[in-house]
């Protein structure tokens, strides 16, 4: 690989010329060919493009806004990326639930469930669904973010030996989510 000094003309160059794209990354300015493009796209790569328009217009969206400019561009420089590829990955990544800790619910109202979530940017709600064998919603809300963990306060009590299904739901900004459920019995 060659490294070229670009003159004081070239150093702001980005785009397509003939069959080379240039690309500004960084300080760096990147030279590639032009692909090419051979055959009509299947229809699953039409739909991983279409996504990908989408994403796009959503990342043109939100670096329009200075304020959610402000905070992608601040933990692109973190990662070492552009603040355009963080958004596009954070829109083509949907948040993970990890665990839910139900070691402190017995059942009870007040009882707290734990939830671990994580997204490629960041969380912005995670919901609790307790739902009884007859997949009935007994109880469901929003977990508050204490301490780093996703936090459910039940409101209903649930009776002894009956078993639960708890589901927790983690939003990103994006709005996609991510699930996932355990069962509890109440012993």
């Known amino acids: 690989m060659a490294n070229l000094t670009l ?6 160059i980005r785009g397509r010329i003939d069959n080379w794209v240039y690309r500004k990354f960084g300080d ?17 790569q039409q739909a991983v493009r279409d996504r990908f328009k989408v994403a796009a217009a959503y990342a043109r969206a939100v670096l329009a806004d200075p304020v959610q ?3 992608y561009e601040a933990a692109s420089r973190l990662k070492g990326t552009q603040a355009y590829a963080l958004v596009v990955g954070d829109f083509l990544k949907p948040p993970v639930v990890h665990a839910i800790d139900a070691s402190g619910y017995h059942g009870l109202a007040g009882d707290l469930i734990k939830v671990e979530a994580s997204d490629d940017f960041e969380v912005v709600a995670v919901g609790v669904v ?5 997949d009935a919603i007994l109880e469901q ?42 069962t509890w019995t109440n012993a």
């Open 7 to 12: 003159n004081s003309a070239l150093q702001g």
């Open 28 to 44: 760096r300015v990147i030279i590639a060919r032009r692909p090419t493009v051979t055959a009509v796209p299947s229809p699953a």
């Open 141 to 182: 809300g929003l977990a508050a973010l204490v301490e780093g963990r996703w936090t459910y306060a039940a409101t209903a009590a649930v009776a002894p030996g009956e078993s639960v299904t708890i589901e927790a739901t983690a939003t990103d900004r994006p709005g996609h989510s991510g699930a996932k459920l355990v």
């Open 130 to 134: 307790i739902r009884d064998a007859t």
């Open 69 to 71: 400019q402000a905070r």
